[in-house]
């Protein structure tokens, strides 16, 4: 799926993806190193200096993946589907979104869980901007 959907080693993860609207890819700070976007390139068919104009923009000193609408937080990562909620470039996007959390729990999903259970309704999506 998105930032996460990783192989953790250990224990399994507390968290489901699958079950989440992709609040992670909703960051506006997906870095993108020089690594990230050869990957992003190559999978795109085109040149670096290309895929860097077409897919990033420059954030605060940081190069980071540009965003698109998005009726659920306001804007998010360019290159989720925003009706399967799914990253469409799984296996070409950036080393950030492959670790991430980086732990068995994710913080937003413990709280979805909780927003889920409080409204008795397992689909419930707490909007977060706009
Ligand atoms: S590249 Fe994929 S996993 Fe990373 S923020 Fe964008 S949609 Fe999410
Ligand atoms: S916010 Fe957490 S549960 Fe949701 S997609 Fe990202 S890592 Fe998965």
Known sequence: MTIADNV?????PTYDCTKC??????????????EDLKRLAKHH????????????????GEQVLRHQK??????????????TRGCTIYHARPGVCHE????????????????RRHQQDPEFIPLQKG
Not at 45 to 60: C, L, N, P
Not at 70 to 83: E, R, T
Not at 100 to 115: N, S, T
């Open 45 to 60: 068919g085109i040149d670096v200096e290309t895929a860097r104009r077409r897919f990033t923009k420059v954030k605060e």
């Open 21 to 34: 609207p992709a609040y992670c890819c909703s960051y506006d700070r997906i870095i993108v190193e020089k």
């Open 100 to 115: 991430y959390p980086d732990k068995r729990r994710c913080g937003y999903y413990d709280f979805l869980q909780w927003e």
């Open 70 to 83: 998005d009726s659920i937080y306001g804007s998010i990562c360019m290159f989720l589907d925003l009706k």
């Open 8 to 12: 953790v080693p250990g224990p399994r």
